[in-house]
């Protein structure tokens, strides 16, 4: 029955659960407790956010720290929460290369049309 | 079918040694950024393009989506509990938590029901001018994606109180949660550039 | 843990199929095999209905001011043309060589997720017969297969909402076609089949699944949002309500210019495969055609522009565009050189799938710089909206993939039907269709250079135009008449053929070919275990110290035979629910045109489709 390990369909499901292998892939996901110190920071920084967008500086400025604050929740999201961070890099290869490559491609379309131009 | 036993699993032979379930969700996930980028894209180049009102300064209650922010962020903490609990075999607390997510969910989902009927009320529709237009595509097909979500969190409840899940519950959890974050790191995105970013009203 | 936990006994209202043979195991198959067999028995028929379209509009332009057919009608005829060749045959070609092969080359019993294979399979055919039904429900797609706005989203009938759906949900087939032998390739190679011993067919599966990851959503939005200015009255592109139409136009082509390479890079795996076994010598740097097909992949996301050089974007981003567009040309002129390395001071052996590779190439350089002058801004220029363009990418896209495509279809012929295809009716077919091709779309150079535009329903006599016009329309002819030869070869051949006296028929140097033909279900009886590049030909020769080939004596390249053996090897079981849940899908559809009630319907089809699916274990008890 070795043969059937060749199939793998949901099979993420059934070949994980191998002992050794999860538990050497997992212990290392973050503690329940570490978890919630980043909602917390999560919370915060929304909260920051807010703030910000009432506050009267200048556009560009407040453009620019709205941004960095959505970037670093984003980043613990997914550095944390969906463990890029502690996973095997290859995962990390394929969500930059759409991530990135959303970002770029799209930032020349609007720079084409010159959306920020005024 | 022995195979899917607790301790007699074989180790999945790949290439790679990582599962394919994960390798594909995380392509998916690549490849929904280019989704997503293409309707932010069309929402940006659109900003202060419309030509009659309201405009979105108008209409914005920004406490009130900050709370739908604030529930869906919540959300994600509560998947990620749910996986905790998943790895330590604790299978009913982990489905409390996943109850707690598709619940934050649909209340996030329900916060933006609410959101849509009263801009409407307030004269913004779907075809009233560009921002209605880019606006309620842009949220509709996130708030598309949390329903699908939440449909995938009750059926994981449902499948794993059956026991129609396979032994290793937390994986088919980790799944789902990566899914569910991705929607929720959309909305980070969405919540900044949609509402905080300030839109002034288009002179002329 | 008791077993009882994780494994629940099946339940459900349909009983779940097992069948493997039979008319109806073809609805519920997940074998990799079977579903490769059935994208290409689909996308044929495409092919032979896109070619009936072609027909048409080749009869239309036969002479001037030809009333044949009306503008209305050629509008439509050429759009289903378009849609037809690039979205129902040429990709579902290529993914049935994909599925049928990449299993088999990289040495595995199926792909990553044998049910979503059969649900895009599913999904793709059901889009194509939603995107068909258009014809009966009001008329097809009438705006060119870029649908460019506001001519799209304003036009009264129906065919271009047909459009947005039908690509749309085509779209998604890809899609899940897409992640599902990108996994495959990344996670279930043999043992030993590195990345870098794999076939370059199977390397240009992957980039071309890789482009279609990440270029398929970009059209998704850009459909949805004319979905939705057409179906709702939204303003996306819209210039009265200050919409771009130009937004449109830049999301198209975003996707559909990596959507080329889509198209062009199987049939350049499927030349790299050919020309080696036939020219009896290793491809002439394999490295160079691997990275010059990733380079292709990533470059071909740099070059949308230089679609819309004439619409004003001002010189500086026509200048970049432009020098990308030219960059392109370096690895693909790579491959080129790569082939001819590969030919020079080979054993050559013109048998039909030589003579349609080498044809291939050929006429890919004449379309390859045709292209080169469009990168030329002044020159695009004058030709852009020409019969030249229309040359070019007929060039690239017919000469370049469809040759390659059937270059293929003779050459595995014999490991999928176990049976060769008549070389003499091979031969036949190859010459008159590349005299066909060359009288066809030769002269649509010249009419292009001399002024005849596009998509026009007919042209005056006083043009000068109908001499090379008439040329054009034998040519078209001519190539309808190749295809009627292969139908008789591959008809012929089914009915009187007797099976294979060698399973390797072309000495070729791949892992598909050590299996018997047609492969078992189960494809390899032991998982082959592999050590170089061209693993099976390593297998069956050694080189004596003065570089000669000797044949390794028997034993080493011997296959079992199929028989008995396979019974201990487990496959995923059939399953209804693939099918099901891809019904939902074009149900939505025709919902969103005529009644919410069926969206809702087709939505719980789907839903239901794909809980059944999550419920039901791979492999049955």
Sequence with gaps: ?????????????????????????????????????????LVILTALEVWVSYSSLPHGLLIGILFFLAFVKFGLVVLWFMHLRFDDARYSRFFIMGFAGACILFLVVLLLFKAFAG | MADTTAHAAPVEHTSTGLPSTKLAMWLFLASECLLFGALITTYVLYRGASTTGPYPSEIFDIRYTSVSSFVLLASSLTMVLSLTAAEKRDFARMRLWLVATALLGMTFVGGQVYEFTSFYHEGLSLTTNLFGTTFYVLTGFHGVHVTVGILMLLSLVGMSWAGRLPDDQAFPVEMVGLYWHFVDIVWIVIFTVVYLIPQAKPAG | MATAASVPAPRGIIRRPTATTGWLSWFTTIDHKKIGLLYGFSAFAFFII??????????????????????????????????TMIFLFVMPMSAAFFNYMIPLMIGARDVAFPRLNAFS??????????????????????????????????DPTIGMTFYALGLIITGLASSAGAINLAVTVVNMRAPGMTLFRMPVFVWMGLVVQFLLVFALPIITVALFEMLFDRRWGTHFFDPTAGGRPLLWQNLFWLFAHPEVYILILPAFGIISEILPVFSRKPLFGYQFVVFSGIAIGFIGFGVWAHHMFAVGLGPVANTAFGITTAI???????????WMGTMYGGDIHFDTPMLMAVGAVAMFVIGGLSGVTHAVVPSDYQQTDTYYVVAHFHYVLFGGAVFGLFGGVFYWWPKIFARQLDERWGKVQFWIMLIGFNLTFGPMHILGLGG????????????????????????????????????VNAVKTQRTAKGLANEDPWDARTLEWTTSCPPPVYNFEEIPVVHSIDEFWHRKYAEDKEGRLIRVPAGASDHAAADGHGGAIHLPTPSFWPLIAAVGLPTIAYGVLY???????GALVTVIGFMGWAMEPPVAE
């Design chain 3, 121 to 154: 399979y599913w999904v793709f055919l059901l889009g194509g017969l939603f995107l068909y039904s258009s014809w009966f429900l009001g008329g097809a797609p009438n705006g060119g297969w870029f649908g460019y706005p506001p001519n799209s989203t304003t």
């Design chain 3, 328 to 338: 392109i040309a370096v690895p693909t002129g790579i491959k080129i050189f790569n």
């Design chain 3, 595 to 601: 009644s919410w009630w069926l969206v809702g319907a």
């Design chain 3, 50 to 83: 896109g070619g009936l379209e072609a027909l048409l509009i080749r009869a239309q332009l036969a002479k001037p001011d030809n009333t044949l057919l009306n503008a209305d009608q050629y509008n439509q005829i050429f759009t289903m043309h378009g849609l």
């Design chain 3, 452 to 487: 005849m535009i596009r998509r026009e329903y007919t042209y005056p006599a006083s043009l000068g135009l109908t001499f090379w016009n008439q040329v054009s329309t034998v040519g078209a002819y001519l190539i309808a008449l190749s295809t009627l030869v292969f139908v």
């Design chain 1, 1 to 41: 029955m070795r043969q059937l390990d060749e199939f793998h369909e949901e099979a993420g499901a059934r070949g994980m659960s191998d002992p050794s292998e999860v538990g050497h892939a997992r212990h290392i996901h973050p503690s329940a407790k570490e978890y919630v110190r980043i909602g917390v920071i």
